[in-house]
């Protein structure tokens, strides 16, 4: 029996280095849908290269494996998250990101955004288990939440954190629905259809468990807000 | 050609006139899927044995035929509901069941509910417009909202309202989800989903925009709450 | 390679010491989306206070790791519940609760439902394997079911017997969809249809296996017809 | 400007000629989807080929159209069928099939099927409104129920009529699934589902608001059956 | 620790000792809802009571446990079908049913119908791996499908066995829809979906994967049928 | 009252013009989303540029307004498509492609088809009411149907036509599912996914009444086969 | 016959007078769930308190009443948004928004956010029909897009505009799926599950056609990014 | 305990020896739905016959099994394809297929493709990671892309390549979606109903994970392109 299909070069990805110039930040790698090697492979040519890396829903094995190769790993077991190299030290986090979950359910999630933010380069405040079967609990966190330049409310089952949030600040929302739940919430559904369906205006709502959308476009929108860039983006690049 | 089909006699219609010993309230008139003449039909037909009517979802065109015919026709125009005599006068509604409305566009499905619980015999009182995205508005009546035995929570889009008011309140909560909304919304499938979905304990749904239901379930508990029944129901029927 | 996520503090849930004085009942702690870590350290960080706890969705290894702390644990293997510490003794528990089952299937989350009202101080009966299949069974306990104040529906694959049963009594029915069945039940979906679509009044639904909403609710609702509470609830609180 | 498409000759539709060689039966129409004009030139176009013809969800102008040309129409306002030409007269037509209808509002649809299994060349008994709300109404009329070969159980809303009968009768059921309700019914889906759904067994689905296919498939069955059997089945069984 | 739930005596089914009498046939155990010990409780009790009894998605570890017991076990690998004592012997069988199916993914489901409709007293022959992709597979086997009094249609994917087998013969089709396929065939939907929207009349659709209740409809029709035709269906048409 | 937004000169759209270079064809308008006046607009520009135009989903209105401008309009009224001037002269029109209709009531649909390869050069051949149902009316048309390049299958309901042809011809069939149905068939829904499913390979599917995205399509594959063109398209376009 | 229901005073709406303090702008009305007499009755209240009004989802018929009461109203008609007073002056509004549409029928939703962002404060440019179909035309664009902080990315079918700009460009983008399309766009369902599956980070979304929504979070992000407050928002309010 | 229904002989499966003769190319095997000793079966015996075998969707096992037998196996680990015999040498290869795949995660699905297109006779370029989230990637490849007659577009998420690619080329584009991805991806969902909502002409969709239907078409199309057959496919057989 002839065996193809595994022993390929690096032909199955294509690093995307010059995303940099063109959005501001290097890409990361999304680990769930690939194999193990397929990964590794792209997070080692990408940490050689001097880029540093965020793996995203990544498996205790695959931080194994990278770290077999490079001492610098990260790895955040709730989260799921990986990273290889710093690309802003905390002492450069910037501005300020609350993430404000509604259960304990949805911590993982929720760590997945705050990691994302300080990676990219936001100081994030991280308030837990504060959702609307107990509304007082939120108001109790009101005064630190309204810190924030930039909000992500983080919900399962019927998602209504997001609207209520959004009622109460000025500050943009980004909600961030969660699995968590069972039955009618159909996998995130309910969530999901209850923050796009909320009357509440400025909420904007990123896919199902995605915390790293969340915490990317919080840090964009958070860095517009805490630096009056001297060069203006639109004078930076020259691309595609 | 020969016609066939609109000239039966009433054989299209079965009126459970012993409901009332088995469940302790007549039948009720669901008038959306039938003709202006069998809606027409059955409604004279049980008020001529005495019956007092209740119409859902009714036409305006549908309660003037009924008004050739008898003097005492209510219609409520945002609530669709039409009622032929009394069953409760009053004077004789007894507790209290709050309707709680997110929204002014909820308006017309509150009604249906406030109407049929009163038709049955509760006292209730409306309160519109304290939908999540300002929740100072549902404290502000939140003292009006805990008189009452039963609270009926409307809302379309995200249906929050029914888990933020569950736990604020001891009374249980009717989630009655209303097709307000577009989009995402789904024709009321956000607010179902949410409402079933919600963490809070202390909530149970009706179908989406069944008025109807949510009022008759409401006088339900609410006559269970404000009578001590000196013969229990179990003594009162031996059907079937 | 350094490990974050796991080793946190209890920062991960905020105990919702005041929902008694808000709802009448302390908060339950829902197992299913927690790691064994957090269920375990909310369920007794609660009893270390002094409430009585009812856990749900418990696989037995929590219960086992609860039980190496606490010697009053209770665990109920069919409806996966687990209790530590006693609200209500079974000689206070009042009224009654009829929890009706359609098939053998269903008894896990009928046995969550009369666990959770147990657990909150209200008498149930449970009636299993009366589907409508086999119609004659249910008319055989009919005369049991009628003595409850509250019945408590248990029904997957199309969910009639809600509707059958609100034909045939006075008292509120909660309808409590299962995701027993395969194929066009969709996992619980066509049960949960059906009890929403049902012509019958007097019906409110629950999510897809929330034996513990059903519990809840009807335990509120039994509550209310039961006692002639001498301090009228909305006298008693001052919250938020 | 040029037309095209509308002026086109017989070119738009193949008649079966041949089917009642292969199946028993002629071709029936389905007008809905058609043009008025394509609509009765296919009707017109069998006829004159001395094939009865049987038209479902016809419209009044259709049959208008129709009766312009041949005398001997027939159009069910209710049912929307229109027939030209007998294929089995009234003393013909053998055995027995109940058309059951659980309300109504399914009386439209439960037309269609009645008016398609006659014309086929069956008996047909037609029972209304005997939905599972008010069971006892089912009870009285089961004795009628019980004489027929096949049944045909039409129902909208959450469709438990007929899993309800499956287990009371021997003979076999259609169950005609109606977009009769509103909200969660979503177009006659609850009804579906439940009816596929159903624990009893004996019970086969046709599509939502398919009369004509329940009716057709019904005498199918009731010509099998309508042979000689010397004792017939209603009298074998005395239950429930 | 105290366990409750797994201990209970026999309080977890009811047997529907009549159902015979009402249906003609006793009833069947669906085992997959249930624990290993409900399914063995409940086959065991009923065999003790002398009734035949028919076990549909049984696990080969039910089966072992049963054997253990009796020794008229017949347990089928691939249909997942279990007999305990025989209701109607090979001899007895009559009439006949073909069960037809599109692929070879198919067949587990087919043996489900097969079964069943033997257990009950059909003769059945079952014609494998004749779909639409080849229909010519389907023709050379026409002239044995013919001679059946009813046909079962098996299959996944799009499902047009069905609508191509029922314009080709004037036996009742039974149209099973199987969960065979991926992506959009979404577990069984996109067959279901096909069968019910057939455009050729002669066609009811059991739940996906339904083997069972496949079987069950086809006896109860074949036995209406099987009396004495003095000419056989199978000699009266020549077609296509 | 101020009005605005509908009195914008030409910034609602940007004229493809180079995507003949890059495709090989011209833009089509896709009129339904858009004003009269919008489309109108669109159609009058290009055709002054020069451009052949093909608009589909165009309302007579439409066609009307056009042509006052110009006279060398066509509109299709059963296929609601329009032309302005021509791209390719019925003389010039190449290969063969066969158009294959289930009904008739699909057959609005498929003129779309038709016309729009039409208007890209190929020949076409239409075959109406062919579905499988009837399937021997397949089977008569076959030699003709094999005489194409390239198969356009439309059908509704159970879209089982596109299978069935796919396993009877070498040619590639683009399969096309209509709206045509009711119920279970959710607007087309049945089709698409039945014709996705399909086990038969050589298939591919457009969206639902996508009749121009068919011909389209169809078009490119029969000039495919039907030149060898002597400067290849990579050659040509030096684009974007 | 007695009327209710239309001829209440004003206790079917709240004004939110407070929402300035808490999110820095006032309400705006929804007036499509709503009654010509209810939506008129707000503006009209509201505008009387001094508030500027922007309502959305309005008919002509509404514009057309306001304006009888004051001269100040704008109406803009393919948006279908009304204004009555001004927030912000044009020579006040700051920063820069581009809203970007795919197509000229995307063009009413996206001129409903250049409204809505417009009226509260952003200064927009509107660059339309630079859809992936022709992905040259977005190049062309692209230098002006980038000039701006937020970017509002306007598409319905596929919804592909918005994950193909999100890699362009270092700014947010605000996805906002439109209803444009038929079959598989499932009114808007293909374009925002695109969007939210979209693997380009950068983007958050918005319900389906609300154009609202889309242009008041693009409006908050912008305001973050144009102004360093001097007074931080979570010093200006005490709220609830 | 007597076991039926796994020793059955070869009548599980019918080989559809004609299929070449029809349709121009021998079966293919899938491989996921049947049970290991079906599909050897199978395998074997089409390879005894002199059939060259594609197997499709084959676990690893199955392969080692085949190879037992034949030496001449070819397993591709990613793409799940199995090979016994040689169809077409990689020098008779035609034409060109471009393989074209948005992410590293939808090469598996897309080597299935590869494999299918080569065994049966095209060449094939694979091109992978070059997703519109950075498409600039793509551009870099166009020239490449161009060279093809026929493009598969292989893209989970959004799916988005599948339309920017059919704007910038002159060849048909066989879209396939992948089930990469979560949440809103619902299992490839959101990838198919943007592929076939795409406002882009000239391309056509095949199901959800399905690389041997698109390779299988893509082929088709790429044969009719390269070569001009001497004997046209119409002429070379007689069946059915």
């Not at 990123?206 to 630096?227: M, R």
Request: charged share 15%; glycine share 12%.
């Amino acid at each position: 029996m002839n065996l193809t299909g595994d022993t390929e070069a690096f032909d199955f990805a294509v690093i995307d280095s010059r995303r940099s110039e063109r959005t501001g930040y290097p890409e990361a790698v999304y680990c769930a849908g690939k194999t193990l090697e397929q990964a590794a492979g792209i997070i080692i040519r990408m940490r050689e290269q001097g880029i540093p890396v965020l793996g995203t829903k990544a498996e205790p094995a695959l931080a194994r494996r990278i770290a077999l190769r490079f001492s610098e790993v990260e790895y955040d077991v709730l989260g799921r998250t990986l990273t290889v190299g710093t690309l802003c030290s905390p002492a450069e986090q910037q501005g300020l990101i609350a993430v404000v979950t509604a259960g304990t359910s949805d911590l993982g999630i929720a760590r997945e955004a705050v990691r994302t933010a300080e990676f990219f380069g936001s100081k994030v405040t991280l308030i837990t288990d504060v959702g609307v079967a107990g509304i007082h609990r939120l108001f109790n966190r009101l005064s630190d939440i309204r810190k924030a330049q930039v909000i992500i409310a983080v919900a399962g089952m019927e998602g209504a954190l997001a609207g209520v949030l959004a009622g109460l600040v000025s500050a943009p929302v980004i909600a961030l629905p969660t699995s968590v739940g069972y039955g009618a919430s159909f996998g995130g559904l309910s969530a999901l259809l209850g923050m796009l369906s909320s009357c509440a205006p400025g909420i904007s709502v990123v896919n199902i468990d995605n915390g790293f959308g969340a915490g990317y476009q919080a840090n964009l929108i958070n860095k517009l807000a805490c630096s009056q860039a001297s060069v203006p983006p639109w004078e930076q690049h020259q691309t595609p």
